[in-house]
């Protein structure tokens, strides 16, 4: 699989998770699932964790194996619960191509999946209205499914 058929096949990360811990063998917040599709949840099986150790560098590696461009990158932080909403990045440097794009901190994730603007962090790369008015658009998207997830469910 390539990873145009398979997006998360093209990242590594540096620790690459928690399974290098005594006592983790099998745990399946690996990052692989940073690229897996599913971005707004609150599910371990769709999020990555690493071991944080003060004063290392904590990277993630994305190789697409082909010339690409990135107009955003959308980031989710660790948003499993409010009590483990601390767990995310909060100091972050983004490169693309050996050049530094982004260096700031990223909010916390809410630990709920009240509304999508809350967990994502957008970092634009483009000031094109075109592509612009189509981020747009899709964040308009989203955030109507986000509003009809937070509907009560119906009494039986």
């Known amino acids: 699989i390539s990873p145009q058929d398979d997006p998360s096949s093209c990242v590594t990360a540096d620790p690459p998770d928690i399974n290098i811990l005594p006592g983790y063998h099998d745990d ?5 699932k940073l690229l897996d599709g599913v971005n707004c949840t609150c599910d371990d099986l769709h ?3 690493t ?4 004063g290392r560098d904590h990277t993630v590696s994305v190789d697409f194996g082909r010339v690409v461009t990135l107009s955003m990158v959308r980031v989710w932080n660790y948003n499993k619960s409010r009590i483990h909403a601390e767990r995310g990045a909060r100091t972050v440097r983004i490169t693309l191509d050996g050049m530094t794009v982004f260096r700031g ?3 916390n994730a809410p630990g709920n999946l009240a509304s999508a603007e809350a967990q994502a962090e957008v970092i ?3 000031a094109d ?3 612009l008015e ?3 658009d899709n964040m308009d998207k989203l955030r109507t499914v986000d509003e009809s997830d937070d509907r009560p469910a119906a009494a039986p």
């Open 47 to 49: 999020a990555w964790l």
């Open 134 to 136: 189509s981020l747009a």
């Open 28 to 32: 399946p917040r690996t990052a692989d």
């Open 124 to 126: 634009l790369f483009t």
């Open 129 to 131: 209205a075109v592509i």
């Open 105 to 107: 901190e990223l909010r």
């Open 51 to 54: 071991p944080f150790t003060l």
